[in-house]
Nanobody
């Protein structure tokens, strides 16, 4: 199977920066889309940023110009560089990957367990 592990979350003051990482391991043949989502208390999970296998990126309006998503295919890793953080960015951040496994190239959607990001004012 496939496992995803996030890292890089923590507590930061408003205006600061954090870099999240998410690495996939297991029976991986290839990885298509890689996304970052977040879920704040009492709110629905929302898509923050996405990067396709070809490198095309997209962002939620609320993070455009502040967050940058990137991927390292050799390391099966996706990153989220978060700058100019605001208190409203506080949430649990989850990575999601669409993975073709080595088992008959079966494609599945996999999620990481989440990492907490807290931005103090």
């Amino acid at each position: 199977q496939v496992q995803l592990v996030e890292s890089g979350g923590g507590l930061v003051q408003a205006g600061g920066s954090l870099r999240l990482s998410c690495t996939a391991s297991g029976s991986i043949f290839s990885i298509n889309g890689m996304d970052w989502y977040r879920q704040a208390p009492g709110k629905q999970r929302e898509l923050v940023a996405a990067v396709t296998s070809g490198g095309t990126t997209s962002y939620a309006d609320s993070v455009k110009g502040r967050f940058t998503i990137s991927r390292d295919n050799a390391k099966n890793t996706v990153y989220l560089q978060m700058n100019s953080l605001k208190p409203e960015d506080t949430a649990v951040y989850y990575c999601k990957m669409v993975v073709a496994t080595t088992f008959r190239l079966a494609v599945g959607i996999y999620w990481g367990p989440g990492t907490q990001v807290t931005v103090s004012s």
